[in-house]
């Protein structure tokens, strides 16, 4: 197995104002210049990996890494969710993977890497994303130069990816790269900093997330705070800063991102995570290096060892205005034992601090809260500012996207199962179409089916509504306006004999890009409905006001909606394997006296697929036509095992 370098920069930081000037230190180009300071960019697809020790290269490592399988992995795989045992297990199993490393350069690679993992799994969340949103699902691009490393800390060959498998693959990567990221966090901070309380889980995993990478902010410019982490992600500067400061831990890989060293003092101190990263950021007299390259950044002090000491222009930006006065220095007034000015040929050119009126000064500001420990001077050890503004930040990112997360112990035991958050391993391969539609109760105007309607009128009229009652506005109703159109579910015993399909998973997808918007899901299980009150997920929330678990609350006064845009699909986890009898549908009828499908059609062939416990398609059922259908079932009793093909 293997671990390689891996922390190359943990969160990249670039600044875009409209009015700022072009920045004298932009990247230039997408070729690397051949040259000595970018030798190691052009070797395996621009990537060198270095190679490392693995934990079980080792004999006595391997041993120990055997351990913490074995002792977690019967107590871990009883669950269905995460509970406070199985993040205690996390946290304590990262420490015994990092503690195994025999050097601290290693060990600092492994540690940052895994922050990383969790960064750059966030790092592509965009809040204004039609589809696609992404964020934290488990997803990176391994082969983009922008996740450069991470292959060699998350692989099929990778120890942290063995601890999963073996132990937690019962929760989502996503949630088990939050988890270990706190681990990290936690022990490198020695208590200083435990994200426990805080932490959620119930993300769930894509497969594939086509282009993300090209989301991740370079780290060459100040050309995207606002864009990336304001705008995109929805923080604010001080959330930004926070986040950057996990800078402090773990180090650059001239070989994967042609940033070589460390953002703090000594290798030593890049293995604790504290505000030494912003007070380097005042103390130091940092001046460019690797001027007019694709690698430009900052430097000082000479080679420390293996270890130079380097900022990033994001890192530069957050407390100087380079952009005004590059190429400059950050402290003029430092001398070395000599007598001779650091900044050497730049001593006259003193970097410049943000003025009032710039927006970037709120960057600043937090900088200089976070290295003071609250205005107490540099070289105080409270950290607290920082880490009370990092949890608060790693909280928004690390959840961005999701709704109706799980704090921990939150679930039941049952029987050991695979994954059940992680996307079923065999999806049917749809492509959707986009809807221009942006109004919940608007008919969509790409909603028309591919076949016609059966009819232009509901076939039953909803009791909740009267043709007199006055179209609905562009705002969802939580409720319908009378009464429930809800019909009750079926309690019918099941039919003797009858082989019914073994489910554990099922999963609606809308084939036509309209939205899955539905009162109740219901599943039959022996005259019983057993989807109400389990665990539902769907791709997107509509204004973040109609989860998917409102389709399976057993109230017929609310309703799941997803965004119009995009891949739309609905997922149901019973939380164990039931003989499916029926599935139920209570489609969605906006009261709509202009148009009397409203909202009914978007459901129009929908496909309904089902899923055993270990992520196994079973079979696949297509909802036709639903113009004027209220209520939609499907008996399972015709169900045959032998007849089902794969979908491929």
């Given amino acids: 197995m293997k671990l390689s370098s891996s922390t190359l920069v943990l969160l990249y930081l670039s600044i875009s104002l409209e009015q700022a000037a072009p920045c004298p230190f932009a990247r230039t180009g997408a070729n690397h210049p051949v040259d000595e300071v970018h030798s190691g960019l052009h070797q395996k697809n621009s990537i060198r990996h270095r190679r490392m020790v693995s934990l079980s290269d080792d004999p006595g490592t391997k041993q120990k890494l055997n351990s913490i399988i074995n002792n977690r992995k019967h107590r871990s795989l009883t669950e269905t969710c995460l509970s406070t045992q199985t993040y205690d297990n996390i946290d304590a199993d990262i420490a015994n993977l990092a503690d195994a490393f025999a050097d601290n350069v ?85 208590d200083g900093l435990d994200l426990k309380n805080s932490f959620v889980w119930g993300r769930i995993d894509r497969d594939v997330c086509p282009n993300s990478a090209e989301r991740l902010p370079a780290a060459t410019n100040c050309a995207e705070v606002e864009e990336v982490f304001l705008d995109r992600l929805g923080l ?5 800063v926070a986040l950057i400061g996990a800078h402090t831990l773990g180090r650059g890989d001239a070989d994967f991102s042609g940033h070589d060293g460390i953002w703090v003092d000594t290798v030593e101190e890049s293995l604790v995570f504290d505000k030494r990263f912003f007070e380097e950021l005042f103390r130091r007299p940092w001046v460019p290096r690797n001027i007019d390259t694709d690698v430009q950044d900052w430097t000082w002090g ?63 500001d937090a900088v200089e809260l976070f290295a003071t420990g609250g205005g107490n001077g540099i070289g105080n050890t ?9 949890e608060t930040a790693w909280a928004k990112a690390t959840t961005n996207g999701w709704t109706n997360l799980n704090s921990l112990d939150t679930c039941v035991t049952s029987s050991p199962t695979t994954s059940s958050t992680s996307n079923p391993l065999r999806q049917p391969s749809l492509s959707p179409t986009t809807s221009s539609t942006s109004s919940p109760s608007a008919a969509p ?14 076939s039953a009229a909803p009791v909740t509504s009267s043709p007199s009652v006055a179209p609905s506005t562009s705002t969802p109703s939580a409720a319908p306006v009378t009464a429930s159109p809800i019909s009750s579910p ?6 003797a004999g009858t082989t019914y399909p073994k489910a554990r998973v099922l999963k609606l997808y809308s084939s036509t890009g309209q939205p899955i918007n539905m009162y109740e899901f219901r599943v039959i299980s022996s005259g019983v409905n057993v989807a109400e009150g389990k665990r539902a997920v769907q791709s997107s929330t509509l204004w973040n ?51 009397a499908n409203a909202c009914l059609c978007r459901l129009s062939y929908a496909v309904l697929s089902v899923y055993d416990d270990s992520g196994e398609w079973i079979t696949t059922v297509s909802l036709g036509n639903m113009c004027g259908t209220i209520e939609w079932s499907h008996d399972f009793s015709d169900y045959s095992s032998s007849s089902c093909t794969a979908w491929s």
Avoid at 236 to 240: E, F, G, L, Q, R
Avoid at 336 to 356: I, R
Wanted: aromatic fraction near 12%; charged fraction near 20%.
């Fill in 106 to 190: 290693t060990k600092g690679f492994f540690l940052g890497g895994i922050v990383r993992l969790a960064a750059h799994d966030f790092l592509d969340y965009n809040v204004n994303a039609t589809s696609d949103a992404y964020g934290p699902d488990g997803c990176i691009d391994f082969a983009s130069p922008e996740n450069a490393g991470l292959d060699q800390i998350w692989c099929d060959e990778c120890d942290l990816t063995a601890v999963w498998e073996a132990s937690y693959s019962h929760i989502s990567r996503a949630d088990f790269w939050v988890a270990a990221a706190n681990a990290v966090i936690r022990h490198t901070s020695s």
């Fill in 236 to 240: 604010s500067y001080t959330d930004a």
């Fill in 302 to 364: 000479g080679r420390n060892g293996d270890s130079p000491r380097f900022m990033l222009n994001t890192d530069m930006c957050l407390l100087f205005d380079i952009e005004q006065t590059f190429p400059c220095c950050s402290r003029t007034d430092r001398l070395n034992n000599n007598g001779v000015n650091q900044c050497q040929e730049l001593s006259e050119m003193e970097c410049l601090a943000y003025d009032e009126s710039n927006p970037r000064k709120a960057a600043a």
């Fill in 382 to 390: 409270n950290n607290q500012p920082f880490y009370d503004a990092f």
């Fill in 445 to 458: 105007s790409t909603t028309v089916p591919t076949v016609a309607p059966v009819t232009s009128s509901p």
């Fill in 490 to 495: 079926a309690t019918s015993s099941p039919v």
């Fill in 545 to 595: 006001k109609f989860p998917a678990s409102y389709a399976v609350d057993g109230n017929a006064n609310t309703f799941s909606h997803t965004e119009f845009a995009g891949y739309n699909w609905f997922q149901i986890d019973l939380e164990d394997s039931f003989d499916i009898e029926s599935v139920e549908i209570a489609n969605r009828w906006c009261g709509n006296v202009n148009d």
